[in-house]
Nanobody, 116 residues
Framework: QVHLVESGGGLVQPGGSLRLSCTASGSIFRINAMGWYRQAPGKQRDVVAVISNNGTTNYADSVKGRFTISRENAKNTVYLQMNSLKPEDTAVYYC??????????WGQGTQVTVSS
């Protein structure tokens, strides 16, 4: 099993920035990718950004150029730097980890609210 703990959400004005963190523990040696998903009220959970063990990244079109996913392997931590935030970025953000025939595992979620 893998345990994921997120932090860094909050309230920010449009155009502002936030950084989310997700730290993994447990049987992480089987994980080959981690990422961030988000779910707005009444909507499905969608992928935001994913980073693989080799550093390859992928982003949803809606966040390209504004969000950056990165990882710090020594701390088993993945970050999501979110810049130029928009009201439509408001959602609960979930950390995800998975491997071949393993997982997915989810964090508890952290609320991000973009509002003036």
């Amino acid at each position: 099993q893998v345990h994921l703990v997120e932090s860094g959400g909050g309230l920010v004005q449009p155009g502002g920035s936030l950084r989310l963190s997700c730290t993994a523990s447990g049987s992480i040696f089987r994980i080959n990718a981690m990422g961030w998903y988000r779910q707005a009220p009444g909507k499905q959970r969608d992928v935001v950004a994913v980073i693989s063990n080799n550093g390859t990244t992928n982003y949803a079109d809606s966040v390209k150029g504004r969000f950056t996913i990165s990882r710090e392997n020594a701390k088993n931590t993945v970050y999501l730097q979110m810049n130029s935030l928009k009201p439509e970025d408001t959602a609960v953000y979930y950390c995800n980890a998975h491997g071949p025939y393993y997982g997915p595992f989810w964090g508890q979620g952290t609320q991000v609210t973009v509002s003036s």
